[in-house]
């Protein structure tokens, strides 16, 4: 017998400017037809969801009580989120747990593992259409199905994309994170040159034990020049950037055009080669910097995983899933530092670590523990 009500973490702007993010039981109705219900056991916690989980809030002013975190919200920041003031919101992009009940139309399903891409999943039971559940294959925990979405389709995305585009390589910013692992994993499979972008020489080192070939550390005082060889050594033409703001993409893309125009040959619009620059991410939120020095072939836009796989797709959607489904223990296995209650996550401690968005501090939140 499902309960009434289940535990879950919601988030809501106020209209006093505070950033609430609380543990809160909310109503659980009975499944509809062709819906299940997911005991989730497992969640993982992506940068996606801290931007909807706290946003802009300034969080080294947030005050802890039991079950509950409070940080402001700017003023300038509270206009550009008007439409959300007052609406709690669930939290938690993805999971995986067990079908525990279902309607008439999915009752095959009872018993199942299964992974999800349905929003507000850190929750203890999700009511979901049966046919946004992946099944997870036999021998497959919910622990390792949790982040079965987000990196391992955005890894496979970036593919797709760079080979619709007619190109053949590829370079990635903050490649140290798990979704440039993963996509390390991806390229070396596959034989695709990927010019990696880290901060560190720690990461570098990191990247290299995998096997990665191109690693550049962008704090190094030779990254411009290693970067221009890479770029003339891999064909790289495309760069997908996680960092979102400052001056590295513009870095990128001119160190592009400086290669195409390697052979002397001058034209006052500079090189006719394509330089693409795709952001999906906003690890910096500075405005995106652009130099005069990227001739006038280029573009520079947004990339956000559900647009693009409608983008690309029934054909290539079908190929991304069973991929990622296929490969979850190897090529698209998720590290995490640690585990966390839904109680726990709200914790000052928990939310200093998985905040501070470095690499090696990913945790998976567990809707099922005891709160």
């Not at 992009?93 to 992974?115: D, Y």
């Not at 069973?322 to 000052?348: I, N, P, Q, V, W």
């Amino acid at each position: 017998m499902l309960p009434s009500t289940t535990p879950a973490l919601v988030t809501t702007l106020r209209e006093d400017a505070r950033m609430v993010v609380e543990l809160v039981e909310q109503p659980l109705p009975a499944p509809g037809p062709d819906d299940v219900v997911v005991q989730v056991e497992a969640a993982p916690i992506n940068p996606s969801d801290l931007g909807l989980m706290f946003g802009p809030a300034l969080m080294a002013e947030a005050t802890y009580g039991p079950g509950r975190v409070e940080a402001p919200v700017p003023p300038a920041a509270m206009k550009a989120l008007a439409a959300r003031v007052g609406r709690p919101l669930g939290i938690g992009n993805e999971g995986a747990g067990v079908v525990v009940a279902a309607g008439a139309n999915a009752q095959p399903l009872i018993g199942r593992r299964v992974a999800a891409f349905a929003g507000a999943m850190y929750s203890r039971y999700r009511i979901i259409p049966a046919a946004d559940c992946m099944l997870l294959p036999e021998g497959i925990t919910p622990r390792q199905g949790a982040a079965a979405f987000v990196n391992p389709l955005t890894a496979l995305a970036f593919i797709e994309t760079m080979r619709a585009e007619g190109l053949s390589a590829m370079v990635h910013t903050a490649a140290a994170s798990n979704l440039g692992q993963m996509l390390v994993r991806l390229c070396l499979a596959d034989g695709i040159p990927l010019v990696n972008i880290v901060r560190s020489a720690q990461q570098v080192a990191l990247l290299r034990a995998m096997g990665a070939h191109h690693v550049l550390d962008s704090t190094s005082v030779t990254f411009s020049q290693e970067l221009e060889q890479a770029l003339a050594e891999t064909g790289a033409r495309v760069v997908f950037d996680a960092i979102g703001g400052g001056p590295l993409l513009g870095t990128i893309l001119t160190a592009m055009e400086r290669v195409a125009t390697a052979d002397g040959a001058y034209s006052r619009y500079g090189s006719t080669q394509v330089k693409r620059g795709y952001v999906y991410g906003a690890l910096d939120m500075a405005p995106i910097t652009l130099p005069r020095t990227l001739g006038f072939v280029w573009d520079v836009s947004g990339w956000l995983l559900i647009p693009m796989m409608e983008r690309l797709g029934p054909e290539a959607r079908a190929r991304m899933h069973a991929r990622a489904a296929a490969e979850l223990t190897t090529t698209f296995a998720c590290h995490y530092k640690g585990e966390l209650s839904m109680a726990d996550a709200l914790s000052r401690e928990a939310v200093a670590d998985y905040t501070r968005r470095a690499t090696g501090s990913k945790f998976l939140i567990l809707p099922s523990a005891p709160v």
